[in-house]
């Protein structure tokens, strides 16, 4: 009967929630990584100190491939970060529909990761995605904004190219 009218301000915020969410859920993926990892590497001393390099050997990679997913996590929570830093930015001078229109490609461009798909990790993502797009939709006309006008957006901009360009290098050589 009554449509509420969307307030970008509040989908900002929402928005900010959703990738905080996200990112606690990252870094406690690339901790327990970390740990596996380190609990390997104790017994891999152990293996080596009684001789067995077969076993050494097995544990040393099993080890190197944890490591080298844990730096692409760290990867995604650097890009998490750049974002969060965007929203900020975007709430506090009330720009959201440069936002929108940068993480839509930035969010699409991350869910290529092969780390992405994780399920949780993945829902997290989606519903990142489905908030972005949310905040796309709604038009800053229907806003009652506070007079302050910020005098550009380059800032925002300049954040999330740091992250994209991140990205580009991490996908180059997957592709």
Known sequence: MFKRKKDPLRKGF??????RILKDRVSKIQNRIDDRAEELRKKLVDLQMKGEQYL?????????KLKELSQRFSLIMFILDKVDLAIQHAIIKHEFGVLADELKDLVK??????????PDVSLLFADLEASVRE???????DY??????????????????EAKEVLRKKLEPAS
């Open 56 to 64: 050494a050997t097995r544990y040393a990679e099993e080890i190197a």
């Open 135 to 141: 905040l796309s939709e709604i038009s800053m006309s």
């Open 109 to 118: 461009d991350v869910t290529k990761l092969p780390e992405t798909r994780i």
């Open 14 to 19: 929402e928005l900010l929630r959703d990738v």
């Open 144 to 161: 009652a904004s506070v007079s302050y006008n910020p005098p550009s957006n380059s800032e925002v901009k300049a954040i999330l190219e």
